[in-house]
């Protein structure tokens, strides 16, 4: 057992005092920013990611994100069998690889810019498809 492992939380006392800068404002707590994102747990976090996965490759799930973002296939079925939260990298990973629709399917209440980008990337998706149906209905019109 190491000694980290036997502390808890209350060990040691500490006493809170605001730090002052040379000026004697007193200064902000680390990390406040007024501009807050919402907290998500990682549960429901590893679940959304994982429902993505599984709408995306509705067979042989694991397989196809593990071959997608390099990431073992035992460590993605972890991940959807056992409510696993993938890793830091593995995250940035999917993100690299699904882009915008991913971020939206983990983040669906938060409107942030990735909507604004999956629905361009939805958009150019369905007029490259318009396009190939329209030369396809332009070869069968001209009897090629």
């Given amino acids: 057992m190491s000694f980290a492992s036997t502390l808890t939380a209350g060990s040691f006392p500490i006493e809170k005092i605001p730090m002052s800068t040379a000026s004697g404002n007193v200064m902000r707590k680390s990390g406040s920013d007024l501009r807050k994102f919402s907290q998500i747990d990682a549960r429901t976090l590893a679940e959304r990611a994982c429902q993505f996965l ?9 397989m196809y994100v593990s071959a997608d973002i390099g990431v073992a296939v035992g460590t993605v079925r972890k991940w959807l069998d056992q409510g696993h939260c993938p890793s830091g990298p593995a995250y940035d990973a999917m993100i690299a690889t699904y882009g915008a629709g991913f971020l939206c399917a983990i983040r669906p209440d938060e409107a942030g810019w990735w909507h604004r980008v999956a629905r361009a990337e939805r958009q150019a998706l369905l007029e490259a498809r318009a396009r190939d149906l329209e030369e396809q209905l332009a070869d069968l019109r001209s009897g090629v």
Avoid at 54 to 62: E, G
């Fill in 54 to 62: 599984r709408d995306l490759y509705p067979a042989k799930t694991a």
